[in-house]
């Protein structure tokens, strides 16, 4: 693998992701910026097993200026997600996962993903140990082009946040780079898994060690 080209880096991470069942039945996926352009898989294709010739190539304003090689492929339904964490956050990299962790952990919390206390926290960029860590969840709808709008309200409204949960869908992640989106996409994945674990061992993976409850649900009487 070239480790400089963004189109080979794109393949080898949809393998690593596929194995990690993040972007199995041809969901989710991952699109670079490199020098002023953005490299992006197409809709509907098993990303296990995409070729580089496979990708889309876009400028910054969203317009394709490199098509695939193959026929009749699509550009992703994420386009505008993925677009959405570049142009807000000045992102390198954006990640989109169908994990069951992620998806699972949306199921445990109203509007916002929380944790305090989990060493895995301080993957993330700009949380500390002591911190709470916080995700916004968006409502999921039908088309996941219809995101975009809630995504991009979430992004300004969370400053803090490296990702955007998508009720019973899965996650948005990125980084500055693609190293730092996939560093931030392993911790996130981590604590989601974590909170579901915990919750099932009737912890409050929200309670902070060393207060009365320690971890342990409230008990009311
Ligand atoms: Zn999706």
Known sequence: MDEGDPREIICALCRQFYDQGWVSGTGGGISLRVDGRVYMAPSGVMKERLQPADLFVLDEAGEVIERPQAEGLRLSQCA???????????????LHSHSVNAMLATLLYEGEFRVTHLEMMKGIRGVGYHDELVVPILENTAHECDLADAMARAIEAYPQSHAVLVRRHGVYVWGADWVEAKTHAECYDYLFEAAVRMRQLGLDPTARPGTPDNGKPRVTH
């Open 80 to 94: 505008p997600l993925f677009f959405n964490a570049f142009n807000a956050r000045g992102a390198g990299a954006v």
